[in-house]
């Protein structure tokens, strides 16, 4: 059998041709999507973007005994350490969580030391009778969904939830401007909450700034980070004395914020003190506060 080959520039046309070529093309490339979106390349490419859209539930397939079977099950043991480590930060503070990291390191000490904190204490305005009247779950419930409101303000501010004692909240922040803004957005919420609500909840929250340890506290073998000293009972203790819907900023924590309203001045003799504390009452008239100075 014979092999005919064209002269130059002979043989099918140009214009024949082209259609072809990109028939051809089409085939290949679709080969190539195919493969890699079947292939383990492409499943794995598939969950880790689902694990950064933030779905850790996702896994890889594992299967045969190849190298991308290996990887496959060494990359799904990396996500089961990672959903722990999610679950168990939604039980401790941040705070306790990076100091347990910092530990394994070596760079952090879990001995106590002094350390300036901005304070946020809030509690539940009549919860005790509310909890008498009402079922049980239903308190848990409703508990929750005041709690929810807190959480999400506070972290919005770069809080720390350092922890909740019954109905009340324990939070530290990095400065008393950020405690407050995020004081201020729970009071805000808290009136959207209790809107048709027959029996209203409201909450009293405290703000102070001082010097307190910080450090671990308890048994060798059960052990809370936390922050403790008369700081935190002057937040806990202006808490306790607000009224429902206001505010309460220590002369400590005021001198350190900038507001459009300065607030109402007063003293109160808090609870186990000696001495008449100086406080600013906010209410919903506050509008922005900023770090720095008090303005007079």
Known sequence: MGVFLSPPGEGFPAGVLAPGAGVLFFVCWSGVV???HLSPVGR???VVDAVIQGDYAARVRAGGHCQWGYLATRFNQMLRVFRKKIAVEKYVSR???QMVESLKTGEFSSAPHRQEVSLFFSDIRGFTRYAEQSDSFVVVSTVNEIFNIQVDQI?????????FVGD???AVFPSPGQAFRAAREIQKKMGAFN???GEVLSLGIGIHFGTGVVGAVGGRDSLDWTVMGDVVNT??????????GCIFVSREAHERLRTRRAGRATTLRLKGRRN???VFVFGEEVSSVEDGPSRE
């Open 95 to 97: 705070s306790t969580a």
């Open 235 to 244: 937040a806990a203790r202006l808490s306790a004395s607000c009224p429902g």
């Open 34 to 36: 195919s493969f890699l």
């Open 168 to 170: 009340a909240v324990m």
């Open 155 to 163: 972290q919005r501010f770069d809080g720390d939830i350092d922890k």
């Open 276 to 278: 008449a504390q100086e």
């Open 195 to 197: 809107e048709g609500r």
């Open 44 to 46: 794995f490419c598939r």
